[in-house]
């Protein structure tokens, strides 16, 4: 696959291409983790409600100390932080399979995932701190976005048809046990790249109030949330659909098909740049979301399935650039890290939610039901950014106004030197 010209500009500039690598083998077990711990609790016998209630207690237990990770990552620097979490990380996969396979309980099952999940590095957030270091108020930091997103679209093509084969083909633990081999080799590259991190920033009052708390971040983080709560529900619905039409394999294949329609958007997406408002952006895309994913719930064919979720898929990847690009913009550099990770949790909490809960409504009602909660995300999103619209433009537009006035964008500032607005 030849890789565009502006791809390639970004990726060239000071070796860049060797951290978004490290970041993409780093992050390839985000999209293997949670249906093969699935795919091992239904192996070993319990219910697709157990299953989501693991699954999503990792997701809340990496929401949950992902900020605090993040922020302890901004402060004392990504590398050091690395070389703790990713140890730990590494402990607590190889103790939930041991756990699993030796039929522990449900609480021990759940302590056990709320280490792992605890223990989880943010790489994504990391990569794209170090984009915003690099290219600092750079137009093609835009495109850097874009390209991430594509990094993160394609481990969700290849790790769910992945972590399948390699459940059903190979040992149903082997999912697990490669999500652990992937964090060590790429949370160890990025560990040991110490040039292109950006300056740790020991805490100081001046340094301004937590990522959440500058105007505007509370919608992203919002619409993180609910399109987490889409994609944790429609992950678990797969599995039943598989099921239930007799086709478990099929598991993997519609994953990467959702995920294949929203890395096509985002190849787009950095090449031609749409030049209206981020905060309209955000609104035509989740709009369009929620209109595509209306019939879910009343497809019986496997094949329409598919087509309807690529199409879904085309609208992804623009949503999460969109609401990275304006975190970028409103949120210091020294903060960057820890928002970007608040983000992040947004999805690990609403993921959580949408596997738990789709777990229960699959055991009580079928793949309908839970792929009719998909829906209901797709339109909750889409009132959430048009409540929070008139916020965000606020935001904005008096982000855009210091840019006039102080010159170069807040990324380019030194992580050493408050910004005016804190």
Known sequence: ???????????????????????????????MLGLSAVLLILHVGQSYAVAGAVSAVIALAAAAMGPVNSRLTDRRGQSRILIILVPLNVVALVALIAAIVSGSSVGELIVVGILVGATSPSVGSMVRARWAHQLGGRPSLRTAFAWEGIVDETT??????????????????????????????????????????PRPTPYHPAHGPAALRYPGVWVGVLVFTTMGVLF???EVSTVAVASEQGVPGATGILLAVFALG?????????????RSPLPRQLIIATAAIAVIVLPLAAIHSLAVLGLVIFVAGLAVAPILVI??????????????????????????IGFAIGTALGGVLIDSGGSVASLAMTTAAAIVTLLGVLIGTPALRRAWA???????????????????VPLARE
């Open 1 to 31: 696959m030849v890789v565009p010209s502006p791809y390639v500009s970004v990726l060239s500039d000071r070796g860049a291409w060797r951290f978004s690598l490290a970041g993409f083998i780093g992050r390839f077990p985000v999209a």
């Open 156 to 197: 969700y093509v290849l790790g769910p048809p992945f972590a399948t084969v390699l459940a059903v083909s190979v040992v149903p633990a082997a999912g697990l046990a490669m999500s652990a081999i992937l964090i060590v080799v790429g949370g160890g590259m990025l560990a040991m790249l110490h040039a292109s991190q």
């Open 232 to 234: 944790g529900s429609f």
């Open 262 to 274: 929203s890395l096509c958007a985002g190849v787009v997406l950095g090449l031609y740049q749409p």
């Open 323 to 348: 609401v990275t690009s304006l975190t970028e913009g409103l949120v210091p550099l020294h903060r960057l890290t820890e928002g970007l990770s608040v983000q992040d949790s947004g999805i690990a």
């Open 398 to 416: 008096s982000r855009e106004s210091e840019a006039d006035t102080s010159g170069p964008s807040q990324a380019v500032a030194s992580a050493d």
